[in-house]
């Protein structure tokens, strides 16, 4: 069966300093990866999305860079954090080659900027 | 491109009642989804209906889906305490790229035992 995993589980980080979460799933090849983010009380933000090693769409442009070095492997990263970086990300894969398939989510990371 | 909605934001009943949620959206989809958050969690999928489809059932789980109002409902029977969650709507949208899902801002449910 697949899983995927998140880690760390929460982060607190200074502002002005870098970050890196990483994701990974197994079970599965070449899935669409995908990065969320989700304000307190808000729905998800998707962040970035692949489809592909080396293949990442930005959604919206921010502070935050996505890597996909390996097939199952989904970066999150930034050179300098802001205040606004906080909140809780969410990543999710899906089959690659299905249509209609619902997404499957890890269990997120709750990042706090100090 | 628009996220669902969901109405109502809130929702506090007791154990057994029935929960029904609502959502709303704006676009044509290729189907419409509804996920369970418990606290501080990632997403769990609940079910999928197409938008050929005009009701689905799962468990205690039944889903309505009228695409000539853009309106989804998600109805949870006999409900416990274990169903307190946020449940979020997302679709997947005619011409959207890649499995993109535009997800509301959630029903947040309590369930009272």
């Known amino acids: 069966s697949q899983t995927i995993h998140q880690w760390p589980a929460t982060l607190v980080q200074p502002v002005g300093s870098p970050l890196s979460l990483e994701c990974t799933v197994e079970g599965t090849s070449n899935p669409n990866l995908y990065w969320y983010r989700q304000a307190a009380g808000r729905g998800l933000q998707l962040l970035f999305y692949?489809?592909?090693?080396?293949?990442i769409s930005s959604e919206v442009p921010q502070n935050l860079s996505a890597s996909r070095p390996q097939d199952r492997q989904f970066i999150l990263s930034s050179k300098k954090l802001l205040l606004s970086d906080s909140g809780f990300y969410l990543c999710a894969w899906r089959p690659g080659t299905a249509r209609g398939e619902p997404q499957h989510f890890g269990d997120g990371t709750r990042l706090s900027i100090l | 491109s628009q996220q669902g909605e969901e109405d109502p934001q809130a929702l506090s009943i007791q154990e057994g009642e029935n929960a029904t949620m609502n959502c709303s959206y704006k676009t044509s989809i290729n189907n419409l989804q509804w996920y369970r958050q418990n606290s501080g969690r990632g997403l769990v999928h609940l079910i999928l209906i197409r938008s050929n489809e005009r009701e689905k059932h799962s468990g205690r789980l039944r889903v309505t889906l009228d695409t000539s109002k853009k309106s989804s409902s998600l109805l949870i029977t006999a409900s416990r305490a274990a169903d307190t969650a946020s449940y979020f709507c997302?679709?997947?949208?005619?011409?959207?790229?890649?499995?993109?899902?535009?997800f509301g801002r959630g029903t947040q449910l309590t369930v009272w035992p």
């Open positions: 692949s489809v592909g090693i080396g293949q």
């Open positions: 997302a679709t997947d949208e005619v011409g959207s790229t890649l499995g993109r899902l535009y």
